[in-house]
């Protein structure tokens, strides 16, 4: 699908480079998220994936053609994106009108797409509004019907800018699944940015890491959670008092439950710790992994680094 060879980008000849020989590959029908500092890079990579600034040096290419040799007519009809929230809409039009118009813009027969256009008003709960003007949606109406917007036509590749921001959190779920849907069921390719790290983390196949316009990591999201994880285990157990034993470790204790956190331990020294428990008469009831979300692991990587978010 993409493939990027040593792209290097800089605004002018005496500003460092933007983008600094990265490289990857991105399949068809991957969920991608790209993720870094500010400064990193990431809004530069997508707009020049979206030819919408030249590289200096390397190339990108879609299906194993240069983009630069690419129309730029054949290639949006199979790249479309919501990069800017809501601003591509027209206020003053109903939701309906802004459909239209768009569809006009992409040279799509209404007759062809308004299958597709009944199927995602009502899959985004807009069909009710579809009259009405934009100017009276609110902020997560406005940025479903942008997301509409670009599916209409059946693209091969969405890129998608904060793509759930403004959404209530059932509305959010519903998008959610539906860029799931695309992805599984019509081998859609979908790159992300966003800040909202709970949604990369839930929706994406695979990350890809910027720092420094470079690419700092590629590959699964939960192999990157790994690297930077803290190997935290709790064990909660039931006791009435608490002794000395339990200073020698984070604890806290809520009534008769105490829970003891364990940090960078291997797996015979978590057993010593189990065994000393059951020694004293502790009653264990629990014990878990701790598992740190992404947007967490960002920070950990990030304060590593000597960078911030």
């Not at 500010?38 to 990108?60: R, S, V, W, Y």
């Not at 007519?73 to 809409?89: I, Q």
């Not at 439950?257 to 020694?279: H, T």
Request: charged residues 30%; proline residues 1%.
């Amino acid at each position: 699908m993409f493939q990027a060879v040593n792209v290097k980008k800089r605004y002018d000849i005496h500003s460092y480079e933007v983008l600094n020989g990265i490289s990857f590959q991105i399949q068809s029908g991957e969920i991608i998220g790209v993720l870094g500092e500010n400064g990193a890079g990431k809004t530069t990579l997508i707009k020049t994936m979206m030819k919408l600034l030249e590289i200096d040096e390397g190339k990108i290419e879609y299906a194993n053609k240069d983009i630069r040799n690419i129309p730029n007519k054949k290639y949006y009809s199979m790249v479309a994106s919501v990069l800017e929230g809501n601003r591509n809409l027209y206020w003053y039009l109903s939701g309906y009108e802004n459909i239209l118009y768009f569809c006009s813009l992409k040279k799509l027969k209404i007759k062809s797409v308004q299958n597709e256009i009944e199927f995602y008003l009502k899959e985004f709960e807009l069909y009710d509004a579809k009259d009405k003007c934009v100017g009276e949606y609110s902020r997560g109406m406005q940025q479903k019907l942008s997301i509409i917007i670009a599916l209409l036509g059946n693209p091969q590749v969405l890129f998608l800018d904060e793509p759930t921001l403004g959404l209530d959190v059932q509305t959010k779920k519903k998008v959610l699944g539906i860029l799931k849907k695309l992805a599984r069921q019509k081998n859609v390719t979908i790159i992300i940015t966003s800040h909202q790290l709970d949604i990369i983390d839930l929706l994406v196949d695979k990350l890809l890491v910027l720092k420094n316009g470079k690419i700092f990591y590629e590959g699964d999201p939960y192999l990157f959670k790994e690297m930077y994880s803290e190997n935290r285990y709790t064990i909660s157990v039931i006791a009435e008092n608490i002794d000395r034993y339990f200073e020698k470790y984070e604890y806290t204790k809520e009534d008769k439950r105490v829970n003891l956190y364990l940090k960078n331990m291997n797996k015979d020294s978590i057993f010593q710790v189990i065994s000393e428990l059951y020694d004293r008469g502790y009653e264990i009831i629990e014990m878990k992994k701790d598992t740190a979300d992404l947007e967490e692991i960002m920070l950990r990587f990030l304060e590593k680094e000597g960078d911030e978010y």
